[in-house]
């Protein structure tokens, strides 16, 4: 059986050691009185709920699955999750960093998602249940009518009831400017909305009494394309003035998609017929609602994907440690054992160290991204809002997209680790493989990511917002230079994003020619700029334990090992990935579509 042990050292290394998140706070009102000992007591008593409370129910949910009643089309998640969901709402863990206004906590967004951290690495397809409201309640938060707000939100704080984004119909994915789900205006100011839904996550379940559904639908007078879409909010149930439940509204799950991964969350085809809603923000604006909500689901798809990574990591290095296999090729690293532990074989280091950087990479930039939210959400001073926004904004598709990519990397070597016994059920490292790879195509598949990033947020603005953050790496590098000790972190660094800067150049000039270069060159792109992010993150880690390393604290020399290890065997990458962006459109489209 698995295990799973909240990685709180590191969390708090990555929080008050790396970013000093505290002084970070000061300059926030809401936050300023948030210090270092209430973070760590929260995400103690969190890694405690989602290792003891959650983590047990990871492989036995995903061996029972969900059932459907197809005469009451409800759903029940697998044993145990909803007695978890109630303890979940008793601890109070929905209204972290809510808005007091509607019964939340108050606190930053950044203490919320290390959390999330954990309740993805204990069982990321019970997490999804609870997810989704976060993101619903942001969309209305800033979207909704006061009566929406009043009606819903104090609800999706509390947990007691939970929300979905309804998006995805069986001709469109990511293009929602093909959808086709009507909405009747009604005499009363409501909207009847009409159509079919698919893959939305814990779009029914009996986990709570209602559930608040996002739907994007075409008004009869809308614009084809995006343009066209409005936003909905549908309760399962229809919630009269007294803030009491009534009729069943007619919105429910005509099936259950039968998945590779994530069996427990209920994963729903959507049918509304004539299913009563109120709209969010403007006609024809639905789009522009959404995107909070989405924007927020590709950061924690990030977290699912480093959840995952961690798990993962953990489980194969206590394997590693304890499976007895070969002897060493200097020779006997345990001669009084009949074989020496696998650990010892360089490939099998390779594969863990490559997981344990991703996920330490991942933890960094995710953590630095999300303090920027904060900014972006709270700060005073608009300025340094707008800077923040700006960020956040360049690092979202890489959070999205990079962290996923090397999720489904780190958690395949994992399972390569445990050889045969990686592909039998019950040792669990199979089912990490399984519920990462959907990380990768869900909230806009990666390719998308990678479109947004190089289309959208690089080339849109003339580079302006990569240069910004190229500037921050290169005042960083000017200043750690000058230290002999970590001329084997700045340099590669300095040395990539020079090449990132020209390569930018080289992409955007051939764009200017034909736009398909981007669609050739985006993916490839990305990851280079991952990487760009992830060296950036390890070179200011390393440069914290390199001051501490004569600490006795093993902590810092594993983590001065784990840089050294990523910049010597995984940020080299980049000089391939740099040859394939530059060899452009031409290889992919010599080829007649008639030869495919």
């Given amino acids: 059986m698995p295990q799973y042990n909240p990685p709180l050292r590191d969390m708090q290394f990555v929080l008050h050691e790396l970013f000093d998140v505290v002084s970070e706070f000061k300059d926030i009102p809401e936050f300023a009185e948030v210090d ?73 967004h950044t203490i919320n998602q290390s959390f999330y951290e954990m309740l993805n690495s204990a069982n990321q397809a019970w997490t999804m249940y609870p997810g989704l409201s976060h993101g619903a309640y942001e969309a209305l938060h800033a979207h909704g009518t006061d009566e929406q707000k009043k009606t819903y939100l104090p609800k999706l ?66 614009p084809v394309g995006s343009k066209g879409i409005s936003l909905f909010v549908v309760p399962k149930f229809k919630v009269n003035a007294d803030g009491s439940l009534g009729e069943r509204n007619p919105i429910y799950c005509g099936g259950l998609e039968h998945k590779m991964g994530i069996h427990a969350n209920a994963t ?114 608009p300025e340094v809002r707008a800077e923040a926004a700006d960020e956040v904004a360049l690092l979202t598709p890489i959070i999205k997209a990079f962290i996923t990519d090397n999720g489904w990397i780190a958690t395949s070597h994992c399972m390569q680790v445990y050889g045969g016994h990686g592909f039998i059920h019950e040792w669990g490292m199979e089912q990490y493989v399984r519920d990462a790879r959907i990380n990768m195509i869900y909230e806009g598949t990666n390719t998308v990511q990678s479109l947004d990033l190089l289309g959208r947020k690089v080339l849109a603005d003339n580079g302006k917002k990569l240069k910004k ?36 150049m080289e992409v955007g000039m051939k764009a200017m020619g034909n736009a398909d270069e981007v669609g050739a060159a985006a993916v490839d792109y990305l990851r280079v700029v991952g990487h760009l992010t992830f060296a950036y993150m390890f070179a200011r880690m390393a440069k914290i334990a390199l001051a501490k390393k004569d600490s006795g604290d093993p902590f810092y020399t594993a983590k001065l090992a784990t840089a050294r290890f990523y910049f010597a065997k995984l940020l080299p990458e980049t000089a391939s990935l740099i040859r394939t962006c530059r060899a452009g459109l031409a290889p992919l489209t010599a080829m007649d579509e008639a030869l495919f």
């Fill in 36 to 108: 270092a000992d209430t973070i760590n007591a929260v995400l103690e008593e969190g890694g405690k709920f989602a290792s003891q409370v959650v983590f047990p129910l990871n492989i036995t949910g995903d061996a029972e699955g969900c059932a459907l009643d197809k005469t009451t089309h409800e759903v029940t998640p697998p044993k145990g999750f909803k007695e978890a969901y109630a303890q979940y709402v008793e601890g109070g863990w929905p209204a972290l960093s809510c808005d007091p206004e509607f019964g939340g906590q108050g606190l930053p």
């Fill in 268 to 381: 729903c085809q959507m049918i509304l017929d004539g299913a009563v809603g109120t709209l969010v923000g403007q006609p024809n604006k639905g789009l522009q609602a959404m995107f909070v909500m989405m924007n927020a689901a590709r950061l924690g798809v990030g977290m699912q994907s480093l959840g995952l990574t961690e798990v993962a990591y953990q489980n194969a290095v206590a394997y590693a440690k304890d499976r007895l296999q070969m002897r060493a090729l200097s020779g006997p690293k345990a001669p009084e054992k009949a074989a020496d532990p696998i650990i010892v074989h360089p490939d099998v280091r390779k594969m863990l160290l490559t997981a344990r950087a991703y996920a330490e990479g991942a933890r960094a930039l995710a953590t630095y991204t999300v303090i920027q939210l904060d900014k972006e959400l709270k700060h005073p001073d």
């Fill in 469 to 504: 953050l190229g500037k921050k790496i290169a005042e960083f590098v000017e200043d750690q230079g000058v230290y002999e000790e970590m001329q084997e972190f700045v340099n590669p660094l300095a040395d990539l994003g020079d090449k990132v800067t020209k390569l930018t």
């Fill in 157 to 222: 704080v509390s947990g007691e009831w939970t929300g979905t984004m309804c998006l995805t119909e069986p001709h469109c994915g990511t293009d929602l400017g093909l959808l086709r789900t009507k909405a009747e205006p009604q005499a009363d100011g409501t909207y009847k909305i009409t159509g079919q839904k698919i893959f939305i996550s814990a779009g029914e379940h009996n986990m709570v009494e209602n559930i608040v559904h996002l739907v994007l639908a075409r008004l009869p007078d809308a």
